[in-house]
Protein backbone atom coordinates (compact mmCIF):
# COMPACT_ATOMS: atom_id res chain seq x y z
CA UNK A 1 0.00 0.00 0.00
CA UNK A 2 1.18 3.41 -0.51
CA UNK A 3 2.34 5.55 2.24
CA UNK A 4 3.85 8.91 3.15
CA UNK A 5 5.38 9.84 6.18
CA UNK A 6 6.02 13.41 7.69
CA UNK A 7 7.90 12.49 10.65
CA UNK A 8 7.87 16.21 12.54
CA UNK A 9 4.28 17.81 13.21
CA UNK A 10 5.69 21.01 13.97
CA UNK A 11 8.85 22.33 12.94
CA UNK A 12 9.92 26.43 14.31
CA UNK A 13 12.46 28.09 12.89
CA UNK A 14 14.17 31.38 13.08
CA UNK A 15 13.75 33.96 10.57
CA UNK A 16 16.74 33.51 8.59
CA UNK A 17 17.83 30.27 9.64
CA UNK A 18 17.89 27.29 7.01
CA UNK A 19 15.09 24.93 6.65
CA UNK A 20 14.87 21.35 6.13
CA UNK A 21 11.19 19.37 6.30
CA UNK A 22 11.04 15.33 5.79
CA UNK A 23 9.02 13.14 3.70
CA UNK A 24 9.48 9.26 3.70
CA UNK A 25 7.48 7.18 1.14
CA UNK A 26 6.69 3.99 0.77
CA UNK A 27 5.58 2.80 -2.27
CA UNK A 28 6.39 -0.15 -5.17
CA UNK A 29 7.90 2.08 -7.84
CA UNK A 30 9.38 5.51 -7.56
CA UNK A 31 6.67 7.59 -7.88
CA UNK A 32 5.90 11.13 -8.87
CA UNK A 33 6.54 13.43 -6.06
CA UNK A 34 5.32 16.58 -4.90
CA UNK A 35 5.47 19.57 -1.99
CA UNK A 36 2.98 21.34 -1.84
CA UNK A 37 2.30 24.54 1.22
CA UNK A 38 -0.80 25.56 2.73
CA UNK A 39 -1.71 28.75 4.51
CA UNK A 40 -4.54 28.92 6.99
CA UNK A 41 -8.01 28.56 5.35
CA UNK A 42 -6.48 28.25 1.98
CA UNK A 43 -5.90 25.91 -0.55
CA UNK A 44 -2.87 23.92 -1.80
CA UNK A 45 -0.05 25.59 -3.52
CA UNK A 46 2.54 23.49 -5.29
CA UNK A 47 6.02 24.44 -4.31
CA UNK A 48 7.88 21.67 -6.61
CA UNK A 49 7.60 18.28 -8.34
CA UNK A 50 9.93 15.32 -8.84
CA UNK A 51 8.70 13.03 -12.15
CA UNK A 52 12.46 11.86 -13.35
CA UNK A 53 15.90 12.81 -14.46
CA UNK A 54 17.99 14.96 -12.16
CA UNK A 55 17.33 14.39 -7.97
CA UNK A 56 17.56 18.02 -7.24
CA UNK A 57 14.93 19.90 -8.20
CA UNK A 58 14.09 23.44 -7.51
CA UNK A 59 10.97 25.26 -6.74
CA UNK A 60 8.99 28.93 -6.30
CA UNK A 61 9.90 30.47 -3.13
CA UNK A 62 13.55 29.38 -3.10
CA UNK A 63 12.80 25.97 -1.94
CA UNK A 64 14.26 22.62 -3.46
CA UNK A 65 13.86 19.63 -2.41
CA UNK A 66 16.01 16.38 -3.06
CA UNK A 67 14.91 12.71 -4.12
CA UNK A 68 17.03 9.71 -2.66
CA UNK A 69 16.12 6.21 -4.24
CA UNK A 70 17.88 4.44 -1.61
CA UNK A 71 15.99 5.95 1.52
CA UNK A 72 12.67 6.57 -0.38
CA UNK A 73 12.62 10.41 0.53
CA UNK A 74 12.09 13.43 -0.64
CA UNK A 75 13.28 15.83 1.78
CA UNK A 76 12.72 19.66 1.33
CA UNK A 77 14.63 22.84 1.55
CA UNK A 78 15.21 26.54 1.90
CA UNK A 79 18.52 28.06 2.87
CA UNK A 80 17.26 31.16 4.33
CA UNK A 81 13.84 31.24 5.84
CA UNK A 82 11.54 34.32 5.66
CA UNK A 83 8.45 35.03 7.85
CA UNK A 84 6.28 34.71 5.25
CA UNK A 85 7.29 31.14 4.96
CA UNK A 86 5.24 30.08 7.92
CA UNK A 87 2.58 27.43 7.14
CA UNK A 88 1.85 24.07 6.61
CA UNK A 89 3.82 21.85 4.52
CA UNK A 90 2.31 19.02 2.34
CA UNK A 91 4.60 15.67 0.71
CA UNK A 92 2.54 14.14 -1.41
CA UNK A 93 3.33 10.92 -4.21
CA UNK A 94 1.57 9.43 -7.22
CA UNK A 95 1.89 6.67 -9.45
CA UNK A 96 0.27 5.65 -12.61
CA UNK A 97 -0.03 2.23 -10.74
CA UNK A 98 -2.41 3.96 -8.44
CA UNK A 99 -4.81 5.89 -11.30
CA UNK A 100 -1.81 8.88 -10.13
CA UNK A 101 -4.17 10.22 -7.06
CA UNK A 102 -2.32 12.24 -4.95
CA UNK A 103 -1.18 10.38 -1.35
CA UNK A 104 -0.71 12.71 0.67
CA UNK A 105 1.51 12.56 4.40
CA UNK A 106 -0.25 14.38 7.57
CA UNK A 107 1.38 17.72 7.02
CA UNK A 108 4.35 19.48 9.08
CA UNK A 109 3.06 23.14 10.50
CA UNK A 110 6.25 25.40 10.11
CA UNK A 111 6.47 28.52 12.51
CA UNK A 112 9.47 31.08 11.77
CA UNK A 113 10.20 33.01 14.95
CA UNK A 114 11.59 37.00 14.74
CA UNK B 1 -4.82 32.10 -16.48
CA UNK B 2 -7.22 32.12 -14.41
CA UNK B 3 -6.86 29.28 -11.32
CA UNK B 4 -9.14 26.66 -10.24
CA UNK B 5 -12.59 28.11 -9.04
CA UNK B 6 -14.29 26.77 -6.77
CA UNK B 7 -17.82 27.69 -5.12
CA UNK B 8 -19.31 28.15 -2.65
CA UNK B 9 -16.64 29.10 -0.22
CA UNK B 10 -18.19 28.51 2.76
CA UNK B 11 -21.63 26.33 3.66
CA UNK B 12 -23.23 25.60 7.01
CA UNK B 13 -25.86 22.75 6.49
CA UNK B 14 -27.90 21.00 9.14
CA UNK B 15 -27.60 16.87 9.16
CA UNK B 16 -29.75 14.65 6.74
CA UNK B 17 -29.07 17.56 4.19
CA UNK B 18 -27.57 17.39 1.10
CA UNK B 19 -25.11 19.61 -0.34
CA UNK B 20 -23.48 20.08 -4.05
CA UNK B 21 -20.69 22.07 -4.23
CA UNK B 22 -18.87 23.36 -7.69
CA UNK B 23 -15.69 23.24 -9.44
CA UNK B 24 -14.43 25.08 -12.44
CA UNK B 25 -11.23 23.73 -13.52
CA UNK B 26 -7.91 25.57 -15.44
CA UNK B 27 -8.86 26.22 -19.20
CA UNK B 28 -7.45 23.27 -21.06
CA UNK B 29 -7.47 20.84 -18.19
CA UNK B 30 -9.71 17.79 -18.42
CA UNK B 31 -9.55 16.33 -15.40
CA UNK B 32 -11.27 17.10 -11.86
CA UNK B 33 -9.94 15.78 -8.66
CA UNK B 34 -11.71 16.13 -5.16
CA UNK B 35 -10.11 15.70 -1.97
CA UNK B 36 -11.48 15.74 1.48
CA UNK B 37 -9.36 17.65 4.63
CA UNK B 38 -10.52 17.20 8.34
CA UNK B 39 -7.98 17.50 11.07
CA UNK B 40 -8.22 14.07 12.00
CA UNK B 41 -7.84 12.20 8.56
CA UNK B 42 -6.00 14.59 7.05
CA UNK B 43 -6.22 15.08 3.18
CA UNK B 44 -8.14 12.14 1.50
CA UNK B 45 -8.85 11.43 -1.91
CA UNK B 46 -12.53 11.36 -2.99
CA UNK B 47 -12.76 10.69 -6.82
CA UNK B 48 -11.38 11.63 -9.98
CA UNK B 49 -13.61 12.57 -13.14
CA UNK B 50 -12.23 12.89 -16.85
CA UNK B 51 -13.66 13.05 -19.69
CA UNK B 52 -16.85 13.10 -17.73
CA UNK B 53 -16.56 9.73 -16.71
CA UNK B 54 -15.31 8.72 -13.24
CA UNK B 55 -11.73 7.21 -13.60
CA UNK B 56 -10.83 6.80 -10.17
CA UNK B 57 -12.22 6.19 -7.10
CA UNK B 58 -11.46 6.39 -2.87
CA UNK B 59 -12.81 4.88 -0.03
CA UNK B 60 -15.87 7.38 0.50
CA UNK B 61 -19.26 5.89 1.00
CA UNK B 62 -21.61 6.38 -1.67
CA UNK B 63 -23.52 9.67 -0.18
CA UNK B 64 -20.07 11.39 -1.74
CA UNK B 65 -20.61 11.54 -5.72
CA UNK B 66 -19.76 13.53 -8.13
CA UNK B 67 -20.16 14.41 -11.87
CA UNK B 68 -18.55 16.16 -14.55
CA UNK B 69 -19.82 18.04 -17.59
CA UNK B 70 -19.17 18.76 -21.09
CA UNK B 71 -16.97 21.79 -20.27
CA UNK B 72 -14.79 20.07 -17.94
CA UNK B 73 -16.50 22.00 -14.90
CA UNK B 74 -16.97 19.11 -12.26
CA UNK B 75 -19.97 19.00 -9.10
CA UNK B 76 -19.49 16.77 -6.14
CA UNK B 77 -22.29 15.75 -4.10
CA UNK B 78 -22.87 14.85 -0.34
CA UNK B 79 -26.38 13.69 0.73
CA UNK B 80 -27.51 12.70 3.94
CA UNK B 81 -25.01 14.94 5.55
CA UNK B 82 -23.52 13.92 8.81
CA UNK B 83 -21.56 15.70 11.41
CA UNK B 84 -18.53 14.04 10.32
CA UNK B 85 -18.64 15.41 6.85
CA UNK B 86 -17.71 18.93 8.30
CA UNK B 87 -14.75 19.49 6.11
CA UNK B 88 -12.16 21.32 3.71
CA UNK B 89 -13.22 20.21 -0.08
CA UNK B 90 -10.43 20.53 -2.16
CA UNK B 91 -10.64 20.75 -6.04
CA UNK B 92 -7.90 20.23 -8.00
CA UNK B 93 -7.37 20.11 -11.87
CA UNK B 94 -4.64 18.67 -14.25
CA UNK B 95 -4.13 17.65 -17.64
CA UNK B 96 -4.20 14.16 -17.10
CA UNK B 97 -1.78 13.24 -20.14
CA UNK B 98 1.65 12.58 -18.09
CA UNK B 99 2.56 13.05 -15.17
CA UNK B 100 -0.27 14.17 -12.64
CA UNK B 101 0.64 18.24 -11.90
CA UNK B 102 -2.27 19.33 -9.96
CA UNK B 103 -3.65 22.34 -9.66
CA UNK B 104 -5.58 23.37 -5.79
CA UNK B 105 -8.33 25.76 -5.93
CA UNK B 106 -9.24 27.58 -2.75
CA UNK B 107 -11.48 25.23 -1.24
CA UNK B 108 -15.28 24.66 -0.10
CA UNK B 109 -15.05 24.68 4.06
CA UNK B 110 -18.41 22.64 4.82
CA UNK B 111 -19.67 22.73 8.21
CA UNK B 112 -22.72 20.27 9.27
CA UNK B 113 -24.67 21.09 12.08
Not at chain 1, 60 to 66: D, L, R, V
Not at chain 1, 99 to 104: D, E, M
Not at chain 2, 47 to 72: D, I, L, V
Amino acid sequence: AQSVTQPDIHITVSEGASLELRCNYSYGATPYLFWYVQSPGQGLQLLLKYFSGDTLVQGIKGFEAEFKRSQSSFNLRKPSVHWSDAAEYFCAVASAEYGNKLVFGAGTILRVKS
Amino acid sequence: KAGVTQTPRYLIKTRGQQVTLSCSPISGHRSVSWYQQTPGQGLQFLFEYFSETQRNKGNFPGRFSGRQFSNSRSEMNVSTLELGDSALYLCASSIRQGPPEAFFGQGTRLTVV
